[in-house]
């Protein structure tokens, strides 16, 4: 008797455990997020071009990060899981083009990717594996094409814009609205950084955002030329 109620204390302690993770790893929809490299570069800390050469002058991918509704977010859901390259080595070229990494020292991109993966990617494996997740992601900018909605609206680097003209011509374009992140530049005035579009769980397309980030523009931003 006393080994059966045992049994059964320990069997609810790992049915815990288990709904404890599963819950950790839940989540309601994604955060599709895209940086301007001229806003990253134009800081006190610069930057440093990929070991491929200098990116273009568009909006590249920051991350597809799993999000809830509440405003948390999962995070290092198996933390042991190894990012794997050869799975996307058929994806390389286009995330080097659209996926690339401006931190220093220089680098491929497969360290910033691998940190993506890793820290956000993973923890919707239950949907996307490593390969839909980069493929996915690298679809969604291709369907996004943020440069060229921001164009359509007669905002091009290296002028300032209202932070609302911004929002209405993503708006038009996406059929969402978007959530504009700012950073500052080296003489410390607000600059178009990130722009965040939300995706549904399937990452197959785009969503009203059920809650935005916190941050702060002001009402007239800098769109660096880069």
Known sequence: MV???CSIAINLVLLQRLLALVAS???DFFYFVQQWPGSYCNTKQSC???TTGKPAADFGIHGLWPNRNNGSHPYDCYPK?????SEISDLESSMQKDWPTLACPSSDGQNFWSHEWKRHGICSESVLDQHAYFKTALGLKQKANLLQALKNAGITPGGSYSLKSIHNAITESAGYTPW?????DSSG???LYQIYLCVDTSGSKLIKCPVFPKGTCSLEIEFPSF
């Not at 504009?180 to 500052?184: A, D, G, R, S, V």
């Open 3 to 5: 080994k059966f109620q």
């Open 25 to 27: 790893q839940s989540f």
């Open 48 to 50: 440093c071009y990929p």
């Open 81 to 85: 899981k190894p990012f794997n390259l």
């Open 180 to 184: 504009i992140e700012c950073n500052k």
């Open 189 to 191: 005035n607000y600059q």
